[in-house]
């Protein structure tokens, strides 16, 4: 579904990523793991299209994606793509049905199709009730699982995680890294996870660790 094939990324005279390969399989869960400042978010970024490799290929479903131009790769992100990031980054203003939205207004769909799967989404990660709550009034776990609501809303190929339960207790941790899995087998859906937890890092289908820039064999 997903495939790396020799990627190189450096900030200056700071070689990050160096001939790095990888492939993804639909529905499967994969965790990346590495010392700080080894490019795992680098990586990250790079396979959901946020930065851009210095060379290399990224191909999803058979589409070199940074061949395409800007305003067809945000389509894509949009379409294919979801973020679920440390941070929850939910827009302060809006409810958590509105930010579960968000994506989906952005791709145009139809506004009252998406609010009701916004909703079936929120439901099924035990928000019922919380629709029309902004942000401020939601515990942190809360606030996570209305990003992985948001994530899901276009029904994306893959889901990217960048450090998703770092800023969590123990307990909504665990409940979270619960919820991957429970949507993996339910929708059979792709994640790729960056993670310090070594729990969740070891739940996942793969481990895959990055040292001196490449894929640890």
């Known amino acids: 579904m997903l495939s790396v094939k020799n990627v190189y990324k450096s900030y200056g005279h700071l070689s990050v990523l160096k001939g790095l390969d990888l492939e993804i399989k639909k529905g499967e869960v994969v965790s990346i793991v590495g010392a700080s400042g080894a490019g795992k978010s680098t ?25 395409m131009n800007s305003q ?41 199709q998406v609010r009701d799967r916004a909703r079936k989404l929120l439901a099924s990660l035990g928000l019922s009730g919380r629709e029309e709550h ?25 889901v990217f995680a960048d450090e998703p339960s770092g800023n969590l207790d123990s307990k909504n941790a665990q409940e979270l890294h619960k919820l991957f899995f429970d949507l993996k087998d339910q929708f059979q859906q792709t994640f790729v996870i960056v993670t310090h937890n070594n729990e969740l890092a070891e739940m996942a289908d793969r481990k895959l660790e990055i040292v001196d820039g490449v894929i640890a064999k």
Not at 88 to 105: K, R, S
Not at 134 to 158: D, H
Request: aromatic share 6%.
């Open 43 to 67: 990586l990250l970024h790079i396979l959901g299209t946020l930065d851009s490799p210095d060379r290399g290929e990224v191909v999803l479903n058979n589409t070199n994606v940074f061949n």
């Open 72 to 112: 067809a790769l945000a389509s894509m992100r949009n379409e294919n793509m979801g973020f679920i990031f440390q941070f929850h980054n939910l827009l302060p203003e809006f409810t958590a049905l509105e930010n579960v939205c968000i994506p989906g207004f952005i791709g145009k769909k139809n506004e009252e």
């Open 134 to 158: 902004k942000p401020s009034q939601l515990s942190g776990g809360e606030q996570q699982r209305v990003a992985v609501a948001r994530s899901l809303i276009n029904e994306p190929a893959i």
